[in-house]
């Protein structure tokens, strides 16, 4: 039930302060709510004791996952790539110690950083031959469109398309394939969004064709990320409660604005109701990203799954209805067919294809980023990350990720879409673009690729319009907040784990009523040096590496 307060005076309306004994309750267990957690216990001096998570799945850490063994496989859906403007993250992490307690996990990353730096020898792989630092090609129109975009005022915009702001041929520019690919951009997703990313990271524009800049964590993100912040929470006494699903929420008016005031859960098929005190707390991750996603094997596709597979959408669906501040949720997961793309972890049991990738593509494992085949139907890319990529990964196994935009268009070497492939016939096309055709065999013999669909990975990207995205904290909340992918924060970017953590500091900054707020977004595109060098960069001004010229 929703009871929208009538007659309450938006400007008269003040949020009560938090009193002593307060308790949280988030609904979701990825990172924007862990983030929460701990910004309520470093900052808001809330007991850990008096905080519950409530996660619908028995795993916590929501998208950042990492799963599997040796023998069944190891799984990543994806990989959320980390700069150093990531002002909340690395402050949220600067208070978590790594797993091996020696160290900070922001210093552990940075630290990391510093030895093993992003630098492409193989963006591009194109007839079996790489393609370091690939020339934007872009035309001066093309430069003038990005130019315009980055300094028109969203509300022009509206729910306007990337298609919509430049001519066909921008999108057969490498500048566009090397932007798609590292962020899973498509010509229908959001016009805003895409002007976000490009002030966002303007600093970044220069070295955009060797991802120099990018960093990474030492193993996958669920162990790197995860695991330290779950083991710290878990310290401070915060409850997670799994295996549980939200399926509505009920709000009442409350002192000229309005307050959540029980939240009804389903566990093992019994419904139950938690009351919220008066001086509680409520957080809600807003949909998912990764909700409905489905493993296929070595030898069977992923199956393609819905929103009524999983409750965030639904939750969102249901306290939504009848209310304009709490956002549109079919914005985002009413097209499938525009937000699904398919990912693959492989694990390889035997070096050859590690060593044959190095050769190829002049970078060692952890070193080079994404590898991207511009002439692949499925416009697919892989990462070969540093190994281990998993803690415990024995020193004879290795594992790789991968993902394909076009996932519905037929393959150059399996002539069946990738949505419809299994692991072997998406390993097949892979060794395909990459031109291994001698030990094409050996490696299959040692390949265990799981697929995975996911049918909302980018639907935070689809074209939206103001109040789409509801507020963090909507205007007459008295004690609940939204966090996530979904809500909106003006100037940063969506995909990101950094979009996740600033939610939560937002909201419990605000909340709580804290003097400790979120930094502002780094914005580049005011630091002349960072023009100059964009400038450059998009009109091919740079320095050439030999082997590119010589490609």
């Known amino acids: 039930m929703t009871i929208t307060p009538e007659g309450a005076d938006h400007a008269a309306f ?47 850490g929501g998208s950042l996952d990492g799963s599997g063994t040796p023998e069944t496989g190891y799984v990543v859906r994806g990989g959320r790539m980390l700069e150093s403007k990531y002002l909340c993250t690395f402050d949220l992490f600067s208070s978590i110690p790594a797993l091996d307690g020696a160290r900070t996990v922001t210093e552990e990353i940075f630290d990391w950083n510093r030895t093993m730096q992003t630098s492409s020898r193989s963006r591009f792989f194109v007839d079996g031959e790489r393609r370091t630092a690939p020339a934007f090609d872009l035309t001066e129109k093309h430069i003038l469109t990005i130019e315009r975009l980055a300094l028109l005022p969203e509300v022009t915009l509206g729910n306007a398309t990337i298609a919509g ?13 090397m932007w798609c690919t590292t962020f899973a951009f498509q010509p229908w997703h959001s016009a805003v969004e895409f002007k976000r990313y ?3 990271f303007a600093h970044m524009i220069g070295g955009f064709n060797r991802l120099t800049g990018i960093m990474r964590t030492v193993y996958n993100q669920y162990d790197s990320l995860v695991r330290p912040l779950h083991k710290w929470l878990a310290d401070h006494g915060v409850r997670f409660e799994t295996g549980v699903r939200v399926v509505d929420i009920d709000f009442v008016p409350e002192g000229g604005g309005e307050a959540a005031s029980s939240i009804i859960v389903e566990k093992a098929g019994v419904r139950d109701c938690i009351e919220l005190g008066e001086d509680d707390f409520l957080l809600v991750t807003l949909g998912s990203m990764t909700e409905a996603s489905s493993l296929g094997a070595m030898d069977a596709a992923p199956a393609l799954k819905g929103k009524s597979d999983g409750g965030a959408w639904r939750l969102w669906r249901r306290i939504a209805a009848g209310r304009r501040d709490f956002g549109r949720p ?19 049991t035997d070096p050859t294809f590690l060593n044959l990738v190095r050769d190829a593509t002049g970078n060692v494992p952890g070193e080079g980023g994404l590898i991207t085949f511009p002439q692949s139907s499925w416009l697919a890319s892989i990462v070969i990350p540093h190994q281990p990529h998993f803690i415990g990964q024995p020193d004879s196994v290795s594992v790789f ?18 949505s419809a492939c299994t692991g072997r016939e998406i390993m097949t096309e892979i060794l395909g673009h990459l031109g291994i055709v001698r030990d094409a065999d050996t490696v299959l013999a040692a390949s265990n690729c799981i697929p995975c669909m996911m049918p909302f990975i980018t639907s935070q990207f689809m ?88 490609a």
């Open 14 to 60: 003040t949020r009560p302060a938090p009193r002593a004994g307060a308790k949280a309750w988030l609904v979701g267990g990825g990172i924007a709510s862990m983030a929460a957690a701990a910004f309520m216990i470093r900052d808001g001096d809330i007991l850990g004791a008096d905080i519950t998570i409530l996660e619908e799945t028995d795993v916590i």
């Open 165 to 177: 702001q430049f001519d066909p041929s921008f999108f057969e520019t490498n500048f566009w394939i």
């Open 198 to 200: 490009l002030v966002r």
């Open 330 to 348: 079919a914005t985002f997961a009413g097209n499938i067919d525009r937000s699904k793309w398919v990912s693959f972890t492989t694990t390889l």
């Open 401 to 418: 990720w991968g993902y394909g935009l076009s996932v519905d268009a037929i393959g150059d070497f399996v002539q069946k879409p990738m």
């Open 463 to 550: 074209p939206r319009k103001p109040g789409d995205r509801p507020r963090v904290v909507p205007q007459h909340s008295v004690n609940y907040a939204f966090i996530g992918q979904y809500c909106e924060l003006p100037d940063d970017v969506v995909f990101t784990v950094e979009y996740s953590v600033r939610s939560a500091q937002a909201a419990v900054s605000e909340l709580l009523g804290l003097a400790r707020t979120p930094p502002p977004v780094y914005k580049g595109m005011f630091d002349p040096r960072v023009l100059i060098d964009a400038f450059v960069a998009l009109h091919d001004l740079g320095d050439r590496p030999p082997e590119q010229d010589a």
